[in-house]
């Protein structure tokens, strides 16, 4: 079974500045996609990013970036020019292929706050 | 304005008693999800169907049932059985095998 990991469960940083956020996973599978999700308080889930484990180039989408180590199973988000609107849960997921549907594993999630 | 959506936002249930929770999406999504969410937790997949007519079990099905009468529609029943109901509930669909999941704005059931 895999298993996802966020180390962090709260973190904070100024408003315009960078922040990273860590996740580590653990899957014998050689195919597979990595999404980060954002989790504001009206609890909707937000799909930020998504990787696929057979392209070595990391996704970027505007201010949200990831650094893909398929090797070393880590899966980290990087948020650049932090805003005001970026305060959420934070949450990274895996998905493998199956016959049967594809299902998505989450971590527990990491709180992140922007301060002004 | 295509969108999946949930039905209702909150839900007061009493125990022994069964409710069902809506989930429609006008994406033309093949695939569809329900999960849970306890406080300070991640999301538990209860019920997946990748087609009409069919559906597959998830990590934490005990006491739940789905139906997938029409594409569109993928309600949840939390049965009298399922021990500790009360959560925050999400459907998400995707378009395939390998599709990002997308996801509706959620149902809180509170078990009085």
């Known amino acids: 079974a895999q298993t996802v990991t966020q180390s962090q469960p709260e973190m904070s940083v100024q408003e315009a500045e960078t922040v990273t956020l860590s996740c580590t996973y653990d899957t014998s599978e050689s195919n597979y996609y990595l999404f980060w999700y954002k989790q504001p308080p009206s609890r909707q889930m937000i799909l930020v990013i998504r990787q696929e484990a057979y392209k070595q180039q990391n996704a970027t989408e505007n201010r949200f970036s990831v650094n893909f180590q398929k090797a070393a199973k880590s899966f980290s988000l990087k948020i650049s020019d932090s805003q005001l609107g970026d305060t959420a849960m934070y949450f990274c997921a895996f998905m493998k292929h199956e016959t049967s549907g594809s299902r998505l594993t989450f971590g527990e999630g990491t709180q992140l706050t922007v301060n002004p | 304005d295509g969108g999946i959506t949930q039905s209702p936002k909150y839900l007061f249930r009493k125990e022994g008693q069964n409710v069902t929770l809506s989930c429609e999406q006008n994406?033309?999504?093949?695939?569809m999800y329900w999960y849970r969410q306890d406080p300070g937790q991640g999301l538990r997949l209860i019920y997946y169907?990748?087609?009409?007519?069919?559906?597959q079990k998830g990590d934490i099905a005990e006491g739940y049932s789905v139906s997938r009468e029409k594409k569109e529609s993928f309600p949840l029943t939390v049965t009298s059985a399922q021990k500790n109901p009360t959560a925050f509930y999400l459907c998400a669909s995707s378009i395939g095998l390998a599709g990002s999941q997308y996801f509706g704005p959620g149902t809180r059931l509170t078990v009085l």
């Open positions: 169907s990748q087609i009409v007519n069919d559906f």
């Open positions: 994406l033309n999504h093949d695939a």
